[in-house]
């Protein structure tokens, strides 16, 4: 292949307008040990592709697996039509039970009379359960308190830490001076 030929093949193959056949000359040529010097890019990337534009060989079975995997599309098909069919009918006997519940709970709950026909033992029962109600809740709020401590010990860890880059910083500034006056020092010892 001449040069300009080649050229010409691998301009139209980086414009991305090269054909088949375009692509087939290349890469004879490129498998060859005789190539024009500065092209060896060029070498090294048809030769990394060379294996890329191999086509396998279907398996042996390859049609019987297309086989299969159609009727298990036909399959799936099926299921998805009884699907189809029971959905709503599933809702619907949902919906059913829903409404046989509520009537059955109103119902029973509407029945229910008072526990209590004194008004004073009602009270007295009440306040028995909103103390008990009481105590839990000072109970789950003392066993809280470790989350507030660890909460102050993390401000005062962050203000030592505050206090410790003031401290830093004051030093890096006076340094600076030193290093200024320095720079200042060798630059008047050069001259």
Known sequence: MS???????????????????????????????????????????????????????????????????????????????IRNLLLPLMSAAAGLLILAGSWFFF???????????????????????????????NHCKKSLQPVGKINEVRVKGLKSISRSTGLVEKNLRSLGYLRSSDDTSNSSNER
């Not at 090269?18 to 060029?42: C, I, M, Q, W």
């Open 107 to 137: 119902i029973h709950r509407s029945q229910q009379e008072d526990t209590f026909t004194d008004p004073k033992i009602a009270y007295a029962e009440t306040m028995k359960v909103l103390m008990d109600v009481s105590m839990q809740l």
């Open 3 to 81: 040069e300009e030929e080649l050229q010409r093949l691998i301009g139209k193959y980086y414009d991305g307008i090269s054909t088949d056949e375009d692509e087939k000359a290349l890469r004879a040529y490129f498998s060859g040990n005789n190539v024009y010097p500065g092209y060896e890019a060029e070498k090294e990337i048809f030769s990394m592709f060379m294996d890329s534009f191999r086509e396998p060989e279907p398996s042996a079975d390859f049609e019987a697996s297309i086989m299969k995997a159609i009727d298990k599309q036909s399959d799936h098909e099926k299921y998805a039509r």
